[in-house]
Structures are given as structure tokens and as C-alpha cells.
């Protein structure tokens, strides 16, 4: 059964920091890597997708790496903003016929100004 | 906007009242998913169809919860007897998948439907 655990649950950081969110899962089966961020109280807001052939994904500040023979994967946040705070989940799809995302319980980001 | 969409956003109820939720998928999405998520946790998977057929419900789904999509296009999710335990954010997700297509099965959310039973 896969699972995923993300560390740390909580982090707290100054602007302008660069930072890394981390992201494990037991299964190295895995089909694809998805990273999302959520406000406290919404919906979840897609940030990166990496397919299982690939190793890395970059958006703007944000870059997100797979290794699937070591079960991780890395959230990479350059010169992190305010606006960056929130929390930071890593799903993994379990692939097959349901194709399913499972989830860590998410790291908790507060960039202090 | 042709994203994802639930309804209603925030729901307040009393123990023991039944609710529903609707969700909106992605006009051309075959998939649909129903998780939960609780205060401090990732989501929950509860359930999947493809098209109108359930194909799988976990084992959170009690036999209080019902989810139905009858034409294959927009779903249901029904809690009966809400009890206080059955307060969390459900979402709603949609797929497009199959033969023929080069998509990567990515699962779309929506905003979520918040759930407050008192």
C-alpha cells in the first residue's frame, strides 16, 4: 500500500530564503508526482506534475524533482515570498485502473516579511 | 470557466440531517473522484467512476455516504445522519483517460464543498 510522508509538517522561514519541502513515498511504482498548494479554507492549486518518465519540473521559482529509486521527491522554492505561504501537499498516483492520487498530510510554509 | 465546480461551498447543518453535494466536472473528463479532507490532513480518497459506473469506494465510505453520476456527467456525494465526525472539506476531482489519448490522467479540483455539522 502506498503511502507518502511529507517533512517537515511545519516551516517557517525569512523572505528571500531559498527553501526545500521534502516528500517521500513507499511505493517506487509510482505512475506520476503531482506538488499542490492550498490556502487555508480553498481547494487545492496544481503547481507541478511529473511524469514518471521524468526527472525534474520547473515553474518560475518552483522546482520539483522525482526520484522514484530512492521513493522522493523535492519542492524547491527560490527566494520565497509572503505570498508563498501556505501548505504544500505531494500526491502520488497510484497508476493502473484507478489512477488514484494519495496524498501526504502536507507541509505547513509561513515566509516571514 | 470551464474548471471544475462544486456547489454549494460552504454547508452548516445540525446532527442527524442529510446533505448533498454536487459537483461539475470538466465537460469532457470520463473520471470523476470524491476525497475528504479533515482539518491538518491531506485528502482522503472516497470513491471514483468512470463515466456513470462506480468502480471502486473506500473503506471511509460508510454506508451513510452515497455518491451517484447518473448520466456520466455531473455527481452527487449524500450523507445521510450527518453525524459531527463527517466535518471536513469534500473535493471533487476529474480525469480525462483511455485509448486514443495523450493526456497523463491528471486529476483536476475543484474548490471544495466545506461541511460544518453542529
Known amino acids: 500500500k502506498q503511502e507518502v510522508t511529507q517533512i517537515p509538517a511545519a516551516l517557517s522561514v525569512p523572505e528571500g530564503e531559498n527553501l526545500v519541502l521534502n516528500c517521500s513515498f513507499t511505493?517506487?511504482?509510482?505512475?506520476?508526482l503531482q506538488w499542490f498548494r492550498q490556502d487555508p479554507g480553498k481547494g487545492l492549486t496544481s503547481l507541478l506534475l511529473?511524469?514518471?518518465?521524468?526527472r525534474e519540473q520547473t515553474s518560475g521559482r518552483l522546482n520539483a524533482s522525482l526520484d522514484k529509486s530512492s521513493g522522493r521527491s523535492t519542492l524547491y522554492i527560490a527566494a520565497s515570498q509572503p505570498g508563498d505561504s501556505a501548505t504544500y501537499l505531494c500526491?502520488?498516483?497510484?497508476?493502473?485502473?484507478?489512477?488514484?492520487?494519495?496524498f501526504g498530510t502536507g507541509t505547513l510554509l509561513a515566509v516571514q516579511p | 470557466d470551464t474548471g471544475v465546480s462544486q456547489d454549494p461551498r460552504h454547508k452548516i447543518t445540525k446532527r442527524g440531517q442529510n446533505v448533498t453535494f454536487r459537483c461539475d466536472p470538466i465537460?469532457?473528463?470520463?473520471?470523476l473522484y470524491w476525497y475528504r479532507q479533515t482539518l491538518g490532513q491531506g485528502p482522503e480518497f472516497l470513491t471514483y467512476?468512470?463515466?456513470?459506473?462506480?468502480?471502486?469506494k473506500s473503506r471511509l465510505l460508510s454506508d451513510r455516504f452515497s455518491a451517484e453520476r447518473p448520466k456520466g456527467s455531473f455527481s452527487t456525494l449524500e450523507i445521510q445522519r450527518t453525524e459531527q465526525g463527517d466535518s471536513a472539506m469534500y473535493l471533487c476531482?476529474?480525469?480525462?483517460?483511455?485509448?486514443?489519448?495523450?493526456?497523463?490522467?491528471?486529476?483536476?479540483f475543484g474548490e471544495g464543498s466545506r461541511l460544518t455539522v453542529l
Open positions: 500526491a502520488a498516483y497510484s497508476g493502473g485502473a484507478t489512477n488514484k492520487l494519495i
Open positions: 467512476f468512470q463515466n456513470e459506473a462506480q468502480l471502486e
Open positions: 465537460s469532457e473528463h470520463n473520471r
Open positions: 511529473i511524469q514518471s518518465s521524468q
Open positions: 511505493d517506487s511504482a509510482i505512475y506520476n
Open positions: 476531482a476529474s480525469s480525462l483517460v483511455g485509448r486514443g489519448t495523450s493526456n497523463t490522467g491528471e486529476l483536476f
